[in-house]
C-alpha cells in the first residue's frame, strides 16, 4: 500500500499551515524538508455560512512509488460547533487519518495541487465578482421579501468584561473644568445667602483655601473663586495687627503684597470690598490706602461695600479708578467743595463791604474742577451703571457738565441721578440722554412733567426696562399713560412721591383700560396723599389692572391701600403681615407694635368694611360708608351683601373716628411697609367674619326628642319643631370663602421691601441704603425717632433711660465649620474660631 511507503519518521509535526495563511505542502521523501506556497483565499459568499481552512496536502517533490500526488481541497470544509477546536486537534491526530485522507485525494484527482488550482486571471476577474455580488445581494432582498432576514456573521462577544480599576485621582481628574466652578459657586451661595444665614465672608474664604488645597486640579478654579470677588469685612483680628504692626488696614497690606507679587492673580481680581473705616483712622490715610490695592487690580471692575465722598479736591482712590479700564460701576457722592464751604461761611456773616465778585456762586464750579471731573470718565469705556447723588450744598453745575460725562460712555446702561440742582440736571439734559436699560430719577427740581413726558417719546427710550421716578412731582395721569404706552420694554415701574396725580378738568375717561402696558411685570404705587380713603389715581389704576390693561403683570407693591381696592385685585393670600409684625414697633414710633395693630383695626372697622364677592366683578375691597358712592367699584359688589348694605361694627369704633392720629395727617415722603401689612392684615381678618358660602353639614338620620323623624332643625342643630316631613337636622355649619382678592388673579400683593431695603424707606433701595453699612456693622445708633419735636424728646430720653443707645448686632465667630455641635470643644474652637464679623451683604438700586 501507499502508507507502506512512508517512514513513520517522516511525517511533519505540524498538519496545518497557519491561521494567517493557507499553503500547500510538498514533500522530496524521507526526511525532506516542507515547502509551502502561499495561496489567496477566495471570497467567500454572502450567502452561505463560515467555511473551513483549505486542507493542505502533503506530497513528494518527484514520483514516488505507491503515492499518487494528492490535489488541492477546493471544497473548505463546513465548521461545526467544535470546528476550531477539530481543526487544532486534528494536527495530532494519528498518521493513518492523515494518509487515508491523502489517499482519498489522489484517487479522486488526477491533478498536482498546483494544477488543481483555478487560474488567477478567472479567479480575479471583475466581471465575476460583480455578478457574483449581484447574485448575493438578489439573494439577501429575497430572503427579506420572504420574512427572513439575514444577519451576517459577527464575532461573540466575551462572556464577561473586566473594567479596570481606576487609579487615586483618576476619575476626579477626568471632571471638566465647568464642573468645578459650578461647585464652587454652589459653595459660595451657601456661605453667602441672601437672608445673612450663619456664615460670613470669611468663613467662604476659609473653605475655598481648604479646597484649593485638596487637589492640584481644583487650585486653578478655586483660587479663581477666592479672588475674583474679594470681601474683607468687619475689623481686623488681634494676631493680624500683631503679624503687620498696623492697627488698620493689616489685611488690606496683606492684600496688596500677595497681588503686586503674583501679577496672575492681580489679573483675577473683578471686584474689591474693602473694611468700612475704622473707628480712629484718618480718612485721607485709609482712601489711600484702599486706592494703592486698586492699582493692583489692572481688571477691576466694581469697589462695592465703600464709597468715599468726592468735593472737587484731587484724591488718589478717585484717581486710581480712572485708570482702570475695565471698571463697569461707579458712584459719585458729590459734596461741596472745600471753597464752596468757605463761600458759605463768608455769606452767613455780615460783610463790611458789599463787594462779593471775588465769590463764586454757590452753585457754580471753578473751570479745573469741572475738567477734573470730565477727565476721570474718559478711560471708563466699559462703564455700564453709573451713580450720581448730591450730597447738602455738593453740585455739578457747569457748563452742561453732567451731558458731557455721559457722552463720554458709550456702554451706560444704568444711570442714577438724585438730588441734583436744576442747574446741573433739566429737561434738556434728561431728552440727551443716551439709549439705557435703567433709569432712575429722584429729588431733581428741575425735571418737569413736560420733560417726562417727551422722554417717554423719544426714540432712545425705547429700550428702557426699568424706570424709578421719586418726589419727581408727576402732575398729571396722562403722562403715566404716555409712559406705559410708548416704552414697549417696560418690566418695572416705580412711582413715589406724596401727592398724587390729576386727571385734567378738560379730560373725562370714559374707556377702560386708562393706563395700559403690555410689558409690565412689577408695580410699585406709593403716593401716601390720603391716609383713610383711595385717590383718584389709585382708582383709575385699579379699574385699568381690573380691566386686563396690565396682562403681565405679576408683582403689586402698594404700601399705601387704605380701601383694599389694590388687594381685592390680586390672588387672594392666608395672611399679609409676617410674624414678628405684631411684636416689634416700627422705626420711630414710640408705640408698640401691639398698640400699632390696635390703632389699625380700629381705624378699619369704624371707617372701612370689607365688601363680598370673590371674582373680579365682586372683588374684595374696604370703603367709608360716607364715601361708598364715590367707589368706582362699589357698585359692582352691592349684590354680595344680603340686603344691599355692608354690616358695620360700632362696637370697635375708636374714641374719635374722625380726628385720625397726627401721625398719619403729617405729610409724609413714603409710606412704611410694616404698618401697610399690619392695615393689610386687619383687613384681611374682617373679612373672614363675612363668608360668602356656607357648608351645612346634616343628618338625615336624626330624630327629635318626641321621636320624629320628619322635623326641621336650625341652624344651630336644634329642631324646630316642624312636623311638616321632610326636615333634616343640621349638625355643622361652615362658612367657605372668607377671604380679599381675586382667585384666578396671577398678581401678587407684596409688602415687604426689596433686598437691601427697609420697610421705613418703603421698600425701595436707595442711595441712604446703598451708603449704609448692610450688615458689616456690630454695633448700630439708635433709630432717628420721627414725629413731633416733643415726640422726638421724649424717645430720645426713654431709650437713653433703658440703655439703649446702641444696639448689638449679632455677628458670625466661624460656627460654619464647627464638629461638635451645640457643645463647644476647646480644641475644636480653635481650628473654626475667627473674631466676631458682621454679614455684609450687597445691594443693588432699585
Known sequence: PASAAMPMGSMPLAMYPPRDQEAVMRTKGVGAGIHQVPLIRPTPRLDQGPKARSVPVVSHQGPSPGLER??????????????????????????????????????????????????????????????????????????????????????????????????????????????????????????????????????????????????????????????????????????MKKRTKVNHGSRLILLRRTLRANTHIAGIVRSLK?????????????????????????????????????????????????????????NWIIEASPLQQQQRHHRSRPSGSGNT??????????????????????????????????????????????????????????????????????????LSLPPLKKLSLSHLPGITTAGLSSLATRSTSISLTTLTLVHMNVETLPVLARIFSHLPSLDTFNLVQPHAPMMPTDELVLLFPYLASPSLRKLHWDIPYLPTRATTADTILAKSISANGFPALRILRAPNDPEGIFQSLCSPRERADLPTDRFRGGAGSTGSGARQSTLFRGLLSSQQQPSGGHGRAASDYYSRPSSSSSSPLHSNNRH????????????????????????????????NLHHARLAAQARLEAARRFPRFFVNVIDDAATDANGNGNANANANGKWNGGNSGGGVMVVERYGIGAFIGTAESKIRYVLTPDPGATDEGGGLVGVADLLRDN??????????????????????AAAAADGQSNRIREGCVGRWNTLSGPVVDKKDRERWWHVERGRWRAVVLS
Not at 189 to 211: E, F, I, Y
Not at 305 to 319: C, I, M, T, V
Open 70 to 239: 494528492p490535489g488541492l481541497y477546493n471544497h473548505p470544509r463546513r465548521f461545526s460547533n467544535s470546528s476550531t477546536v477539530s481543526s487544532a486537534s486534528s494536527l495530532g491526530s494519528s498518521r493513518d487519518s492523515f494518509e487515508s485522507r491523502l489517499r482519498s485525494s489522489s484517487i479522486a484527482s488526477s491533478q498536482t495541487s498546483i494544477e488543481s488550482m483555478p487560474p488567477l486571471k478567472s479567479r480575479f476577474n471583475t466581471r465575476s465578482a460583480t455578478a457574483a455580488a449581484a447574485a448575493s445581494y438578489a439573494h439577501h432582498q429575497k430572503l427579506q421579501s420572504n420574512g427572513q432576514y439575514y444577519h451576517p456573521w459577527h464575532k461573540p462577544a466575551p462572556a464577561k468584561t473586566y473594567r479596570r480599576k481606576a487609579k487615586p485621582g483618576e476619575l476626579f481628574a477626568a471632571l471638566p473644568g465647568e464642573v468645578l466652578e459650578l461647585i464652587l459657586e454652589e459653595l459660595r451661595k451657601l456661605h453667602m445667602q441672601p437672608g445673612g444665614g450663619n456664615s460670613c465672608a470669611t468663613c467662604w474664604m476659609r473653605d475655598c483655601c481648604s479646597v484649593a488645597l485638596s487637589a492640584r486640579k481644583f487650585l486653578k478654579h478655586a483660587r479663581k473663586a477666592l479672588y475674583q470677588n474679594i470681601q474683607l469685612v468687619g475689623a481686623e483680628s488681634l494676631h
Open 274 to 330: 474693602p473694611p468700612s473705616l475704622p473707628l480712629g483712622a484718618a480718612v485721607e490715610k485709609y482712601n489711600d490706602l484702599v486706592a494703592s490695592v486698586v492699582m493692583a487690580c489692572p481688571n477691576l471692575e466694581r469697589l462695592v461695600g465703600y464709597y468715599p465722598s468726592y468735593n472737587h479736591s484731587f484724591q488718589r482712590l478717585f484717581h486710581a479708578l480712572s485708570t482702570r479700564p475695565t471698571l463697569k460701576e461707579m
Open 357 to 430: 465778585n471775588h465769590l463764586w456762586a454757590e452753585e457754580e464750579l471753578q473751570p479745573h474742577q469741572s475738567r477734573w471731573f470730565l477727565n476721570y470718565h474718559l478711560n471708563w469705556q466699559q462703564l455700564t451703571t453709573l451713580l450720581v447723588h448730591c450730597q447738602p450744598g455738593g453740585t455739578l453745575a457747569s457748563d452742561k457738565l453732567v451731558a458731557r460725562t455721559l457722552r463720554c460712555l458709550p456702554r451706560l446702561e444704568n444711570l442714577h441721578l438724585s438730588h441734583l440742582s436744576p442747574a446741573s440736571f433739566n429737561d434738556a439734559n434728561l
Open 640 to 671: 354680595a351683601w344680603p340686603g344691599g348694605t355692608m354690616p358695620t361694627s360700632p362696637s370697635s369704633a375708636p374714641t374719635s373716628p374722625m380726628f385720625p392720629p397726627d401721625s398719619l395727617l403729617l405729610p409724609r415722603d413714603n409710606s
Open 775 to 796: 450688615g458689616e456693622a456690630l454695633v448700630l445708633p439708635p433709630p432717628p425717632p420721627i414725629g413731633r419735636w416733643s415726640e422726638r424728646k421724649k424717645a430720645e
